[in-house]
């Protein structure tokens, strides 16, 4: 594991807070691993949470795109990449630098993991739904993956 990678554990994590912390670090050239991408939550109620990401998805074509993710991890890898000027080869290098796992990999187990301050859900005051409820909602099937 190299001195400036960072193992990030998304566990209760407000999913947008994250995400623009991350992206600004990997900008800097930090070497960044998100596990427990699936508890992550989003703020706001689960029926229009979950509304809003169902009609998301009936935007675009299925062969021509764009295509949505359904799996937690890749739908906190999209809203990282929303925050990252991506078009741009400093963003495309910062992407390259990011890995986002659903659950704790074997290989990462015994390493030291980071909670982000001032991103946790206890903060907020309003309800909220796990990424991994609005995956399944959408079409993610836990078992299949």
Not at 2 to 26: F, H, Y
Not at 95 to 102: G, W
Request: glycine share 8%.
């Amino acid at each position: 594991m190299d001195r400036d990678e960072t193992i990030v554990d998304a566990n209760g994590m407000i999913l947008g807070r994250m995400a623009s912390i991350v992206a600004k670090r990997l900008l800097n050239g930090e070497k960044i691993t998100i596990v427990n991408a699936e508890n992550a939550v989003i703020s706001g109620r689960r029926k229009s949470t979950i509304e809003q990401a169902k009609a998301f998805l009936q935007i675009g074509y299925p062969k021509a795109g764009p295509h949505h993710p359904r799996r937690p991890d890749e739908i906190v890898r999209r809203t990282i990449r929303g925050m990252l000027p991506r078009k741009k080869p400093k963003g495309q290098q910062a992407y390259k630098r990011l890995r986002v796992y659903i659950g704790f990999p074997e290989e990462l187990r015994g390493k030291e993991t980071e909670t982000i301050p001032d991103t946790g859900a206890s903060k907020l005051r309003c309800p909220y739904v796990r990424v991994s409820d609005v995956a399944k909602a959408i079409g993610w099937n836990p078992l299949g993956d």
